[in-house]
C-alpha cells in the first residue's frame, strides 16, 4: 500500500477496519516530508509533535468516534493561526511569532483529531501568485521543480501533489488556492466570501479573502470545507445557506477568452467542456457585463485593503523590530528591512490610491464598479447554474521567469480574481495536462457558482473527475 496516495475516504475507511494505523499514516507523510521538502520547500515549519497527535487520534478511532478526518494527515498554511505554533505569515517580520490563539476553522478541525504536519509556504502574507516572495525561499513544483508551484498557497498545493499531506487548507484572495491546485495537479476550492471565517486567517484583503481547502479530489475539499464552514460570532461577515438545485447548464463566458490565453490551454479548457457535454450538461455561451474590469478593480481595492491591514506591523505592537534612533527610525527601520518588496509595493500603491483626491478618483469608482459586476453575475446565474473558465493562461511557468515584471504577474490573476471580487464559490480541478519543454504539465479546469452554491460545484466536479 502506497499511504501517501489515499485520498481523505480512502485513508479513513483503511484506519476504521485496521488494516493501518493513525501512526502509520503520519510516519509515511512525515517520510516524505524528509525525502522531498529540502528540494521542493513546501513547508516552511514540519511541527515536531505529529507522532504525539497521531496517538490521540488512534484513541478516538478505537473508540469508535473516529469522523473522516480522524487522524487525517493535513497541511496548514503559514497565515493560519494555530495555537502555540510559529506563524510566520511568510515574512522576516514574524520570524519567530507564536499565535497565541487558533484561526475558527483550525478550531473546527480540532472536533475531528487530524493530524497538523506542519505550516506551508506562502507568499509574503498572501501577496503574490507563485510563492517566489516568500521570505523563506520559492516553493518548487512537484512536476518540474524548475518551475514554481503557484501561489500564494504554492507550499499547501505542492505538500499535497508531492504526497507531503493527504489534504490541508489554504486561503484564496485573488486566485491563491486555484492557481496552485491548478499547477499542481490538486483539486482547489475557493468558498463563498463569509462561508467560513476568517477569525484566526491573517488579513490580506479583508473583503476577499477566504479560508480555502486543497485536497486531491472534489470529495476531499467537500470534506474538508463541510468541517470549517459555518457562522462564527468572531466574524461578523459570515453567512449560511444550503442549495439543492441541479446543474444542468455550464455558461461559458467566450468574450473573456480572446486574448492572452496559450492556445493549448485554450484546447485544454476545450477539452474540459467537451467532457461536461458527455456528462449530460448543457453548454451555453453568455455574456457577462464589465467582466473585462474585473482584474483593474482587483488591484485597486485589494492594494488598498493591504495598505491598511499591513499598517500593524511596524515593531511596536508585535513581531520582529529592527532599533531605531527614535520611535520614527524604528518604524522605518523595521518595515524597511523586514518586509519584502511585493509587500512595499502594494502598501505603496495603496496608500496612494486612498491618499486625498485619489480615493474619489480610484477607490470609491472601482468598489462602484464591483457592485456592477456583482450584479451582472447575479443576471448570467438567473440562466445557468455554473459558469467555466480557464484558472489561468499558462501553465506553470519558470522560477525567475516573471518576478521581476509585476505587471505581467498580475495579468495571470485575470480568470481567478472575478469571483473574489464577486464572493462566489470557484474551484480548480484537473483537467487535460499540457506539453512543456518535454515535461507533462498540470491544467486546472474552473467552475463558478453563486453564492453558498458550493454543492453545484461538488457535483458537477465528481461527475468531471469519473469521466477522467
Request: hydrophobic share 40%; charged share 25%; with cysteine.
Amino acid at each position: 500500500m502506497e499511504l501517501n496516495s489515499f485520498s481523505i475516504r480512502e485513508a479513513h475507511d483503511k484506519l476504521v477496519a485496521g488494516e493501518i494505523t493513525a501512526a502509520d499514516l503520519a510516519k509515511a507523510h512525515l517520510d516524505a516530508i524528509s525525502e522531498k521538502n529540502g528540494d521542493l520547500n513546501a513547508y516552511i515549519t514540519v511541527f515536531d509533535d505529529v507522532m504525539e497527535q497521531a496517538a490521540v487520534a488512534q484513541k478516538k478511532i478505537d473508540a469508535g468516534e473516529a469522523t473522516l478526518l480522524t487522524g487525517i494527515p493535513l497541511s496548514m498554511k503559514d497565515l493560519i493561526c494555530i495555537k502555540g505554533r510559529r506563524a510566520t505569515g511568510g515574512s522576516k517580520i514574524l520570524e519567530n511569532y507564536i499565535a497565541p490563539y487558533s484561526a475558527t476553522a483550525i478550531l473546527k478541525l480540532d472536533e475531528h483529531a487530524p493530524v497538523y504536519l506542519g505550516k506551508t509556504n506562502t507568499d509574503e502574507f498572501g501577496q503574490g501568485g507563485s510563492t517566489e516572495n516568500s521570505a523563506y525561499g520559492v516553493t518548487k513544483n512537484p512536476h518540474d521543480t524548475t518551475r514554481v508551484a503557484g501561489g500564494s498557497s504554492g507550499g499547501a498545493a505542492a505538500s499535497v501533489a508531492a504526497g507531503m499531506a493527504i489534504a490541508g487548507l489554504g486561503s484564496d484572495t485573488g486566485g491563491s488556492i486555484r492557481e496552485p491546485a491548478s499547477f499542481c495537479g490538486v483539486v482547489g476550492l475557493k468558498p463563498t466570501y463569509g462561508a467560513v471565517s476568517r477569525y484566526g486567517l491573517m488579513a490580506m484583503a479583508s473583503s476577499f479573502d477566504t479560508v480555502s481547502p486543497i485536497g486531491k479530489t472534489v470529495d476531499d475539499v467537500e470534506i474538508l470545507f463541510n468541517a470549517i464552514k459555518g457562522v462564527d460570532p468572531m466574524d461578523s461577515t459570515t453567512v449560511t445557506g444550503e442549495d439543492t438545485k441541479p446543474v444542468k447548464v455550464v455558461g461559458v463566458p467566450r468574450q473573456f477568452l480572446k486574448e492572452g490565453i496559450d492556445a493549448d490551454v485554450l484546447a485544454s479548457f476545450e477539452d474540459s467542456l467537451e467532457k461536461l457535454r458527455q456528462a449530460g450538461y448543457e453548454i451555453r455561451d453568455v455574456e457577462i457585463p464589465n467582466i473585462e474590469h474585473a482584474l483593474s478593480v482587483y488591484y485597486i481595492l485589494v492594494p488598498a485593503e493591504i495598505s491598511s491591514n499591513m499598517s500593524r506591523f511596524d515593531g511596536v505592537k508585535y513581531g520582529e523590530r529592527v532599533q531605531g534612533v527614535d520611535l520614527a527610525d524604528t518604524y522605518f527601520k523595521t518595515r524597511g528591512e523586514l518586509l519584502g518588496a511585493e509587500v512595499k509595493r502594494r502598501i505603496m500603491l495603496g496608500t496612494y490610491l486612498l491618499s486625498a483626491g485619489y480615493a474619489d478618483q480610484y477607490y470609491r469608482k472601482a468598489w462602484h464598479v464591483r457592485n456592477m459586476i456583482r450584479a451582472s453575475f447575479a443576471d448570467v446565474f438567473s440562466d445557468v447554474d455554473v459558469i467555466a473558465m480557464p484558472v489561468a493562461p499558462t501553465p506553470a511557468f519558470a522560477i525567475g521567469e516573471r518576478v521581476a515584471d509585476p505587471l505581467q504577474m498580475y495579468l495571470l490573476d485575470i480568470f481567478t480574481v472575478v469571483a473574489n471580487v464577486v464572493g462566489i464559490p470557484a474551484m480548480s480541478v484537473p483537467g487535460k495536462p499540457v506539453e512543456r519543454d518535454g515535461v507533462t504539465l498540470p491544467i486546472g479546469f474552473q467552475l463558478l457558482a453563486p453564492h453558498l452554491c458550493e454543492a453545484r460545484l461538488f457535483e458537477v466536479g465528481k461527475k468531471f473527475e469519473k469521466i477522467g
